[in-house]
């Protein structure tokens, strides 16, 4: 009994001294940011609106105290159990905030939580690959691919109705010359659904050159057969077709201009000049069609 009555003694005189620690420590008053978590979704429904992470709570009280809610994990729960689909508000008060006795809310930020919950729903949409950006002046886009061209979603069953098609994250292609390939998420910002299998798809932006034309003027002819001829014009003119980069760069001494004048009678003849032009490129008239070749009679 003695014993017992001691021990109560002690216990009484501990509280005294902690009542008297906490009154005369010094208090403060701060916001601090507590988690809002959600709890027992029904299976069967998911949230279909923007619910704010956190909560504001203005807080008046000891300073250790106050520390100590940082270290405790406390958050704000709504507990959906048995909650159906649609709008509802929960009213955030002061005693539904599990802070330490000693600490006092002043304040809370936002006081009103709306959810909306809505069926769950799976559906697969199809995939839009955003490229920005141009490639080199000297070359275009010649198509666009990604893989997989679609994705499975979970969400919302109002919200995916409506929605055909889900956006990549951007890919910039600016001032590219050959063909891009990139692995990026699904930009999933705008929705509150989520990827079954997978989250990032691959973008292949197949880049080629612009192709275009160009004339080059002054090119030599070269003759092959006998000595005792006479041809002209001595330079002509072709026109190209190729990539605007190659047809950029050539000239003149890159394109082989020749006649043949070895089967030819005596006289004058208009020839046609075998053209040979670089590899990727393509003749598209040369400027004059023909050559005219005298060629002298042998001396007996």
């Known amino acids: ?6 021990l109560k003694i002690l216990s009484l005189a501990f509280a005294i001294m902690l009542w008297f620690f906490v009154v005369g420590e010094e208090k403060a008053e701060i916001t601090i940011s507590l988690p809002v978590e959600l709890v027992n979704i029904p299976s069967n429904l998911v949230v279909a609106n923007d619910v704010p992470s956190y909560i504001d709570v203005r807080v008046y009280g000891p300073r250790s105290l106050i520390r100590a809610v940082a270290t405790q994990g406390i958050s704000r ?4 159990k048995g909650a159906v689909p649609g709008k509802f508000l929960v009213h955030i008060t002061p005693d539904s905030i599990p ?3 000693g600490i006092r809310v002043m304040r809370i930020n936002p006081q009103n ?11 697969r949409v199809l995939v839009h690959p955003v490229v920005n950006g141009k490639p080199n002046e000297y070359f275009k886009i010649i198509n666009i691919m990604v893989d997989p061209s679609e994705v499975l979603l979970i969400g919302p069953e109002k919200e995916l109705m409506r929605l055909q098609k889900i956006d990549t994250l951007p890919i910039d292609i600016g001032g590219a010359t050959s063909t891009i390939e990139r692995t990026v ?9 989520s990827p079954v299998d997978t989250g990032s798809v691959k973008i292949i932006v197949n880049i080629g050159p612009v192709q275009g034309e160009r004339r080059i003027t002054h090119i030599p002819v070269i003759h092959r057969g006998p000595k005792k001829f006479k041809f002209w014009p001595k330079v002509v003119s072709a026109v190209l077709e190729g990539p605007k980069i190659g047809l950029k760069q050539l000239e003149p001494r890159d394109i082989l201009v020749e006649i043949d004048s070895r089967t030819l009678e005596p006289g004058k003849h208009k020839v046609s000049p075998v053209v040979t032009v670089p590899d990727g490129f393509k003749l598209k008239r040369i400027i004059p069609e023909t050559i005219t070749v005298t060629v002298k009679e042998a001396q007996k």
């Open 99 to 101: 802070l330490p006795a």
């Open 185 to 193: 998420a699904l930009d999933l910002g705008k929705i509150h659904a």
């Open 77 to 80: 729960v709504i507990d959906l």
């Open 113 to 123: 939580i709306e959810i909306e919950l809505d069926h769950l729903l799976r559906k």
């Open 1 to 6: 009994m003695t014993k017992n009555l001691g």
